[in-house]
């Protein structure tokens, strides 16, 4: 018999106030912009601040996160640490590139080549809390948190772990976002964040954040939510989305009907949120709906932010106004479903309960 | 003792030859692939040697029938190596069964990234390449190369041993029936990016490398691509496939110890072994042969010979080599080459030799295995570790 996986404890530092877990989206900050900063906690805090001067932002970030959530969980060690990351940390990729090209591959330091290596917030971790567990880092653009989600659960199912730290993370870093606005994949003018999805027009708001959660096989105090199901999709046609999730839900044994809420990767990119906006007016009219990329913005591992969300909302059975996208109402949400893609590729289900 | 994940394929691509039967023949015939660097323009191509391949992009552009210039090499490499294991399998349909490809790169796209990092902002002559950085681009270009839908596709990177852990992840996911199929290996072409970090730390050597000699001066970087096939007991049972040989165990653990060098005793190396070893359900005594990981730096060979000699003990290691010698260090995709000649061995009964091997190391009585041996292997146990603490343990075996 495999066991159930439940989320423990939650860390989130995104372009939101979201690093105190006592809140939940009381306050919110609206951009005009096309990129969104993460509001940074106070890294003091858990950082002596010589070293966090020559950290990257991404293992920042994740310092807090990976804390935030093992100090809720109660927990000072896991079996197993999981990281997804699109792009790792980036920065220090792109330092050393411009190094090597700028002085003629001369006179350059480890530093920045050792950051650069895509597994290096899951090393760090490990190095912090002392774990010599199991150690993986996915790399898979929109579904590299949602592959972390599937070796924890798989692990956990199995008995072969009890705690988990799970987490996604991407920093954003300029070169990446100007060449990516040459190709469209960033917008080129600025969006109010309120009105993103009125926009109409190509490309995404970029932005960045760090998630991490506790997932273990035993309920315990802190739990928020069961972690259902999760599976990823390299490629869905639009004609074939809502009969692919049809099946998921049947494969786990519930049905459209049983969704109390959907939360929806919209991230206002007029090409692409044709996905969501097919379900929003197909099979989930009647369902109430969440968008979150307004508050969160894109990158690769935004649906940390969602799983976050949603995990949030189950634990306090309430659902923040500035994230409704229709009118429905939910009193007493019990599961959650949430979907995601970018660009048309990489889509995520993942089905959260509540216990 | 649990049971053995089937391998039914296997393809490979690296400096001692463009498919499984050139690599075989090359181990066999100690022919290592090290060279000069021929297809990057470095400022260092005259104090490094390295193991490329030799045929070019154009070439291979060519053979795949893709536009001048639309890919970066590591996609290049992995569809090669991945049509090849397909075909070994016998697989025509690829969405017949429910099939995952987990593959595993460090560079990605980066050969393509650092050729136009700011050419990009004056001209739009290569902004194909701006998308293809990023390394599950490398993975969804070999996914749509071999017409794989609607399914589980990811991408590790944990470093050096990033292949080994998409084996492994991919046993466990054939085990635990969330797969019936899955591809899985990985992909890093040669990059200058490497190259000048590698320099940085000062572990390249200039010459041939030497592993587990005493006079090791580092490593050769390596470029390759390998991928296995994985197939639940219910397709081979089906479609009376035959087994190559299995994955029976296999070990993850981090060294927690230091970024980028292992400890100086191997705990995180010993622990993989330990964890491998338990999953197969094997004594230490039963392998029959190590492919180390054997970098031939002066950090890795030092506390992987004392990892091996904790899980042995002194006088019982096995014959083990490294097979870096040949290939160099092919980073990400070290573990799925290694994975395929522990395949090739157990197949042949062949243990390959450690070239350039001369003076043991002082710090330990160890010999790597210096020419070509004909044993009958059961076990071949593959170790591959990595920056981050990453330490990682396969056994291969001829039965289930």
Not at chain 2, 56 to 68: A, I, K, R
Request: aromatic share 8%; with cysteine.
């Amino acid at each position: 018999m495999s066991k159930f996986v439940y989320i423990n404890g939650v860390g989130s530092v995104s372009v939101q106030k979201t690093f105190d877990n006592s809140e939940f989206l009381n306050e919110i900050t609206s951009y005009t912009d096309t990129v969104a900063s993460v509001i940074n906690p106070d890294y003091k805090a858990y950082i002596p601040p010589a070293q966090a001067r020559r950290m990257a932002k991404g293992i920042k970030m994740s310092t807090v996160s990976s804390q935030t959530a093992l100090q809720e969980a109660g927990l000072k060690n896991v079996d197993a640490i999981i990281v997804g990351t699109g792009l790792g940390c980036i920065g220090d990729s792109e330092k050393f590139v411009g190094d090597i090209i700028d002085n003629n591959e001369q006179f350059l330091t480890p530093t920045r080549f050792i950051q650069s290596s895509h597994n290096t917030v899951a090393g760090q971790i490990a190095l912090g809390i002392a774990c010599k567990g199991y150690n993986f880092t996915y790399v898979h653009a929109a579904v590299s948190f949602e592959s972390s989600l599937t070796d924890a659960k798989m692990q956990l199912e199995n008995d072969e772990a009890k705690h988990i730290l799970v987490g996604g993370v991407d920093e954003m870093v300029k070169h990446h976002v100007n060449s990516h606005r040459l190709i469209g994949h960033i917008k080129n003018e600025p969006v109010d964040s309120t009105k993103l999805l009125e926009c109409k027009t190509e490309g995404s708001v970029m932005g960045e954040g760090s998630h991490f959660f506790v997932l273990s096989n035993q309920k315990q105090e802190s739990t928020y939510a069961e972690l259902v199901a999760v599976e990823c999709y390299n490629t869905i046609t639009k004609e074939n989305l809502s009969k692919k999730i049809t099946s998921f839900l049947n494969e786990n044994h519930t049905s459209i009907e049983a969704i109390d809420l959907i939360v929806l990767g919209n991230n206002g990119d007029v090409n692409y949120d044709g996905y969501y906006e097919d379900l929003s007016s197909g099979i989930f009219k009647n369902t109430p709906q969440v968008y979150f990329k307004h508050l969160s913005a894109e990158y690769d591992t935004a649906s940390g932010f969602a799983f976050w969300l949603a995990a949030k909302i189950l634990k306090t059975q309430s659902v923040p106004n500035v994230v409704k996208l229709n009118q429905l109402e939910t009193l007493n949400p019990k599961n959650i479903l949430i979907y995601n893609q970018y660009r048309g590729e990489n889509h995520s289900l993942v089905l959260l309960r509540k216990c | 003792m649990s049971k053995g994940v089937a391998i039914t394929g296997m393809g490979i691509i690296s400096a001692i030859g463009n498919n499984v039967i050139e690599n075989y023949t090359s181990l066999v015939s100690g022919q290592s692939g090290i060279s000069k660097i021929s297809h990057i323009d470095t400022i260092h191509a005259d104090e490094i040697m390295v193991g490329e391949i030799k045929t070019s992009n154009t070439e291979f552009e060519q053979q795949l029938n893709l536009s001048e210039n639309s890919f970066s090499r590591s996609p290049i490499l992995g569809i090669i190596a991945a049509k090849e294991a397909l075909a070994q399998a016998n697989i025509l349909d690829i969405n017949d069964y429910k099939t995952g490809l987990i593959s595993s790169t460090t560079v990605g796209g980066m050969d393509k990234s650092e050729q136009y990092f700011y050419e990009y902002f004056e001209s739009k002559n290569h902004w194909q390449h701006i998308n293809g950085l990023h390394a599950g681009d490398s993975t969804q270009k070999i996914a749509d190369a071999i017409g794989l839908k609607e399914s589980f596709v990811t991408t590790i990177s944990t470093a050096c041993s990033s292949a080994a852990n998409a084996i492994m992840l991919g046993a466990r996911m054939i085990k635990s029936g969330k797969l019936d199929r899955v591809i899985v290996g990985g992909t890093d072409a040669l990059s200058k990016f490497t190259i000048n970090g590698f320099k940085t730390l000062m572990i390249l050597s200039d010459t041939y490398n030497t592993p587990f000699d005493d006079n090791r001066k580092g490593l050769n970087l390596g470029e390759a691509a390998a991928f296995l096939i994985l197939e639940s007991d219910a397709i081979i049972e089906k479609e009376n496939r035959e087994v190559l040989a299995y994955v029976k165990g296999y070990g993850n653990s981090n060294d927690a110890f230091h970024q980028t060098a292992s400890s100086e005793n191997g705990d995180g190396a010993v622990l993989a072994m330990e964890k491998a070893l338990k999953i197969a359900g094997l004594k230490p005594e039963d392998i029959d042969y190590v492919n180390a990981h054997g970098t031939a730096t002066p950090n890795n060979d030092l506390s992987e010979g004392r990892a091996m000699l904790r899980i042995f003990g002194e006088g019982k290691v096995p014959e083990f080599s490294s097979t870096k010698a040949y290939t160099g260090h092919t980073l990400a995709v070290a573990g799925g080459v290694e994975a395929i000649y522990a395949v090739l061995a157990l197949q042949n009964n062949c243990i390959y030799p450690n070239l350039n091997f001369k003076t043991p190391m002082k710090e330990f009585d160890l010999q790597p295995q210096t020419a070509v041996k004909e044993k009958e292997l059961k076990h071949v146990l593959s170790n591959s570790f990595g920056f981050g603490g990453n330490c990682s343990t396969l056994i291969i075996s001829k039965e289930a």
